[in-house]
């Protein structure tokens, strides 16, 4: 069973930065799994769970266009560990940051298996 733990969340005022971390706890998903799609998502309180991104194995990324280029999704395989830089933060992306996997191919109709619990993060005007 693969393992998620997001952390880096916090209060920031708006048109700050903030980077979260999603570390892979007891496994390596290079090591174990050739293939996986890893991805962040975030709910605000009383709206749909929304997807931010995605990384692919091989390193390819996927962004919601709504968000213009303010968040960054990476992974450090050294590290076990994926990240979502957050930068010009606006009091609109107040909500629960989660990261997710699967070990297959990302697509669009990706289901994730696995989920961290989240982290919050609250912009303020």
């Known amino acids: 069973q693969v393992q998620l733990v997001e952390s880096g969340g916090g209060s920031v005022q708006a048109g700050g930065s903030l980077r979260l971390s999603c570390e892979a706890s007891?496994?390596?998903?290079?090591?174990?799994?050739?293939?996986?799609?890893l991805a962040w998502f975030r709910q605000a309180p009383g709206k749909e769970r929304e997807r931010i991104g995605t990384?692919?194995?091989?390193?390819?990324?996927t962004y919601t266009p709504s968000l213009e280029g303010r968040f960054t999704i990476s992974q450090d395989n050294a590290n076990n560990t994926l990240y979502l830089q957050m930068t010009d933060l606006k009091p609109e992306d107040t909500a629960m940051y989660y990261c997710?996997?699967?070990?297959?191919?990302?697509?669009?109709?990706?289901?994730?298996?696995?989920w961290g619990q989240g982290t919050q993060v609250t912009v303020s005007s």
């Open positions: 997710a996997a699967d070990t297959w191919h990302c697509s669009d109709s990706t289901d994730f298996p696995y």
């Open positions: 007891g496994y390596t998903f290079k090591a174990i799994y050739g293939t996986y799609c």
């Open positions: 990384i692919a194995s091989g390193g390819r990324t």
